[in-house]
């Protein structure tokens, strides 16, 4: 009875880790749909910003566009800062599951 007991916790702790990895799974992918949309909100804004050179636009929208740009890129740059902390935790959570459920 000690092995089924032993099967048991095991089971349990193979479903707790399972639950465990689908959550970091889910992180990080809404991470890198949030760092996606940062970097496409950047490139736009700098396209406008390039746009608006060409054709001649008054100066005074400049500095609110390269302010904008500004924040675009602190932004983008947070969001992927996040996705690469929650693709380590997705990997360490996967290792530390190999390892528990291979032995």
Not at 66 to 71: A, F, G, L, T, V
Not at 93 to 99: D, F
């Amino acid at each position: 009875s000690t092995t089924t007991t032993t099967t048991g916790m095991k089971n349990s702790l193979g479903v707790e880790l399972i639950l465990l990895l689908q959550a970091w799974e889910q992180l990080s992918r809404y991470q890198y749909h949030q760092a996606r949309y940062a970097a496409h909100v950047l490139q736009r804004l700098k396209n406008q910003r390039d746009r608006r050179r060409v054709i001649g636009f008054p100066l005074f929208s400049s500095a609110r566009m390269e302010s904008m740009i500004r924040n675009a890129n602190e932004e983008y740059h947070m969001k992927a800062e996040e996705l690469a902390a929650s693709e380590l935790g997705l990997y360490k959570a996967q290792r530390y599951y190999k390892a528990v459920t291979t032995t």
